[in-house]
């Protein structure tokens, strides 16, 4: 069984309603997270599935309305891509939104790696 596009939009829904059963469904136990952000030059890195639903979490409930809107994906062979714009709310009230795309490799229907890049770009205000 191989992952679809179709798959990867599924994801992303689970993503958008912060469900992690749904999101952890579609990654390998051994699979490689790089973040958007970190000290190394691969941002910060999560092994396994345990690590990596604790950041997906850590993100939802850092943003409560963290969102990825107008996502797309692609896949060819072991190799995907998805590109989407993310928006979230910090705690004080200061917004991200910024456009970025998952690199995904691909193992027996499952993700067994993801790197996340995001636009760098300074935060807006809170809105009031």
Do not use: Q
């Given at each position: 069984m191989s992952i679809?596009?179709?798959?990867?939009?599924?994801?992303?829904?689970?993503?958008?309603?912060?469900?992690?059963?749904?999101?952890?469904?579609?990654?390998?136990?051994?699979?490689?997270?790089?973040?958007?952000?970190?000290?190394?030059?691969?941002?910060?890195?999560?092994?396994?599935?345990?690590?990596?639903a604790s950041a997906f979490s850590g993100v939802w409930k850092a943003m409560s309305d963290a969102h990825w809107a107008h996502h797309g994906h692609f896949v060819h062979g072991d190799r995907a891509v998805s590109e989407w714009t993310f928006s979230g709310t910090n705690g004080d009230g200061s917004r991200v939104e910024a456009e970025g795309c998952d690199l995904f490799t691909l193992d027996g229907g499952k993700i067994v790696r993801k790197q996340a890049f995001r636009k760098n770009r300074p935060l807006l205000p809170a809105q009031r």
């Open positions: 679809t596009a179709d798959d990867l939009a599924s994801l992303f829904d689970a993503f958008n309603r912060h469900d992690i059963d749904g999101v952890m469904r579609f990654f390998a136990e051994d699979c490689v997270f790089n973040g958007v952000a970190g000290p190394d030059v691969h941002g910060t890195r999560f092994v396994g599935t345990e690590a990596i």
